[in-house]
């Protein structure tokens, strides 16, 4: 029997879990080294890839392959140059040598799905926020690592683990504040027994642990310059990276830390209070609070409308994330779930209820009560014509069809118009935004065909647009001319991108 597995495919760090023969999520560990998470570094050899820590040992020697938070260029027409050792932007030129953020992110997929044998479909979670162009990134990376694919939101798989959690029994609304390695994730969802509705979702892709060991650097190197007069050689050395985020974890749980720093001028001690690193990282944390004010705001209660705020991610061992939670939610979050291995658990949870038959009776019945009823996370529009009454003159608009936070599955239809008389075509884009906007330079077109009109189209024949979302990401969008009937309709799920066959002849590694 092939196995499903859940798969976090984090920015800093990944882990793979897997029901067990009594239908619990069980994290599989790596069998040489036995962590149960593994590095997202991924060093590339000429035949060889290396993926986990020693990745990072090899980046120590060979920086230039060695390539570290993927998951942030997933959305990004970029490529790897390992001669360069840095992304490169392919301005839409597809032959730039290097590699994609779906190959590298595939050889991580691949490590992990070796943990276990005849794996062959894999659930993979992304931040709710993660746009169309890094979800299809995502299926292609797990594509290439040869794994039948569906995405979930990772919030939406830790809730799903907490509610499944034996002796866990909530009712009412819940906060998962998921703060990791590189993105920060706010949901707000209904609880009631086993069954979870999303409400709203808010974050920012570019909040994470990674950031603040940026911000440790620094201190370490003001510090060290001056007492020896110089700075830091390299502020960029994952060596220093490594220090950094040492010193960061252990002021989780001290109030001082003593370094020894290796720099130009020799070695030099140094001390770091966790005053000094709170007041460093003091713009992220107002951005944090910032961002669970308006998860409020999106799900329309106060703070005493929530039940429980539930810690998800690396990042939430710090002792200001329970602070600012206390503070906001006039309550302490809730402790015990373990916040490296929640998403692993909740994709694997997710992954049976979306193969129920291929699991035996003891797991079917440890989530048969398990109901997920998700959002669409943006605005999906199309663009319209029509006059700008400031300059009074025509002007391309963007206009939203389903409205961010719709609950799924959803089908919204609007009404829209032939343009001019003997108009052939009408395009039919369909557009994505985190805002609700009407100017198109801030949306992305994420489909773009034509619908050829009848030969005798006049100016406003009615058009009827219809986007239906389901539950599994998939929206099929109908342009329709109503006059002649003629329609254009375009089903959109992210299924992995056109230049696939190549990626995936230009990949072949033995990976370790
Ligand atoms: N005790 C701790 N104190 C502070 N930070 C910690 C601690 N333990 C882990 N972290 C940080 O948590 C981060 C990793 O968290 P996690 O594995 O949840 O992130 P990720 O899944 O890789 O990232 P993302 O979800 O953002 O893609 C790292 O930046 C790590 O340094
Ligand atoms: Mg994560």
């Given amino acids: 029997m092939s196995k499903i597995v859940g798969i976090d495919l984090g920015t800093t760090f990944s882990a793979i879990a897997i029901l067990d023969d009594l239908g619990n999520p069980e994290v599989l560990s790596d069998p040489i080294n036995n962590n149960r998470i593994t590095r997202s570094a991924v060093y590339v050899g000429r035949e060889k890839a290396i993926v986990g820590d020693k990745a990072i040992d090899a980046a120590v020697t060979n920086k230039k392959n060695t390539i570290l938070e993927v998951k942030s260029e997933m959305e990004n027409d970029v490529v790897w140059s390992t001669s360069k050792g840095q992304w490169i932007d392919r301005d839409g030129k597809k032959d730039v040598k290097g590699y994609t953020p779906s ?87 209904a609880v009631k027994d086993k069954k979870i509705d999303v409400i709203t979702s808010v974050g920012d892709k570019h909040l994470g642990g990674r950031r603040f060991d ?93 039940q429980q705020t539930l810690l998800v991610g690396g990042s939430t061992r710090m002792p200001f994330v329970s602070e600012i939670i206390k503070k906001i939610m006039k309550k302490a979050p809730v402790k015990g ?32 009560k398990v109901d997920l009823q998700d959002i669409c996370n943006f605005y999906m529009g199309t663009l319209m014509a029509t006059i700008d009454q400031e300059k009074d003159q025509w002007g391309v608009v963007n206009d939203v069809v389903i409205p961010r936070d719709t609950k799924l599955p959803c089908s919204i239809t609007k009404n829209y118009a032939v343009l001019h008389d003997d108009q052939e075509t009408i395009d039919c884009s369909v557009t994505q935004s985190e805002g609700e906007e009407s100017n198109i330079d801030f949306v992305v077109v994420i489909a773009k065909e034509p619908l050829k009109l009848s030969k005798n189209a006049k100016q406003g024949d009615p058009v009827e647009v219809t986007y239906s979302y389901d539950t599994n990401g998939k929206m099929h969008c109908v342009f329709q001319e109503m006059k ?29």
């Fill in 337 to 368: 779930v373990n916040v490296d291995e929640a998403v692993a658990c909740g994709a694997a949870i997710y992954a049976g209820i979306q193969n129920k038959d291929e699991l035996n009776p003891s797991q079917k019945k440890a989530i048969a």
């Fill in 484 to 512: 002649s009937k003629k329609k254009h309709e375009m089903t959109l799920k992210p299924d992995g991108s056109k230049e696939f066959k190549k990626l995936k002849d230009e990949l072949d590694f033995d990976i370790e």
């Fill in 103 to 189: 190959q590298i992110s595939s050889l991580i997929l691949s490590k992990l799905k070796d943990y276990t044998s005849g794996v062959k479909k894999a659930v993979v979670t992304v931040p709710a926020m993660f746009a169309e162009a890094a979800r299809v990134a995502t299926i292609d990376a797990a594509k290439l690592a040869k794994l039948d694919v569906e995405l979930i939101n990772e919030p939406t798989a830790a809730v799903l683990h907490y509610a499944n959690l034996p002796g866990v029994s909530i009712s009412g609304r819940v906060l998962i504040f998921d703060l990791g390695g590189g993105t920060f994730d706010i949901t707000i969802a």
């Fill in 214 to 306: 940026e911000e440790i650097i620094k201190i370490l190197d003001k510090k060290y310059k001056k007492a020896k007069g110089k700075g830091l050689d390299d502020l960029n050395d994952e060596k220093l990276f490594l220090i950094a985020e040492r010193i960061k974890k252990i002021l989780s749980n001290k109030e001082t830390v003593s370094e020894i720093i290796e720099g130009p001028k020799g070695p030099q001690k140094i001390d770091i209070t966790r005053k000094e690193f709170e007041n460093s990282i003091d713009t992220y944390v107002e951005k944090i609070k910032m961002l669970m004010e308006e998860a409020l705001e999106r799900a329309d209660c106060k703070p005493s409308n929530i």
